[in-house]
């Protein structure tokens, strides 16, 4: 799921993100989307025992489905397969680390999303996307 969101860039951002969509060959939305997904990952929400305990079952288990969603799987692939032959840009570098990052992020995140589920006695209908 994705909102749509209009937003005004100071000149300098914007022609950042004009470098970067060059130097990428990526669109505008994606180097915007990612950059932001990026950062908020480094600034995770509280995602402790505590505060997980208060979050609704189906909040939680859109938060496990959502992790996935996140990491565009053929463009990892993309970059795994330019690197195992070694024609990895150093753009394309920076790009592959902070992929596998987020995929690291998300992981440890559903981790403990799982272990609350478990300890709620609910359990993730693999296909179905419902709890069970």
């Known amino acids: 799921m994705s ?9 300098e951002t914007h022609q950042r993100v004009i470098q970067y969509m060059e130097l990428t060959g990526r669109d505008i939305e994606y180097i915007i989307s990612t ?31 959502s992790g996935e969603k996140r990491i565009n799987s053929s463009r990892l692939s993309a970059l795994l397969n330019k690197q195992r032959v070694g024609e990895l840009s150093n753009i394309e570098q920076h790009e592959l ?10 992981l440890e995140r559903k981790g ?14 693999h296909h179905t996307g419902s709890v069970i």
């Open 35 to 65: 950059t932001l997904e990026f950062t908020l990952f480094l600034y995770p929400l509280d995602t402790s025992a505590q505060t997980l305990q208060m979050i609704s079952d189906q909040d939680l288990l859109e938060s496990a489905e």
């Open 112 to 125: 403990q999303i799982m272990a609350e589920l478990t300890r709620r006695g609910l359990h993730l209908a």
């Open 97 to 106: 680390d902070w992929l596998i990052s987020l995929y690291q992020q998300g």
């Open 3 to 11: 909102t749509q969101v209009t937003l005004t860039l100071t000149k």
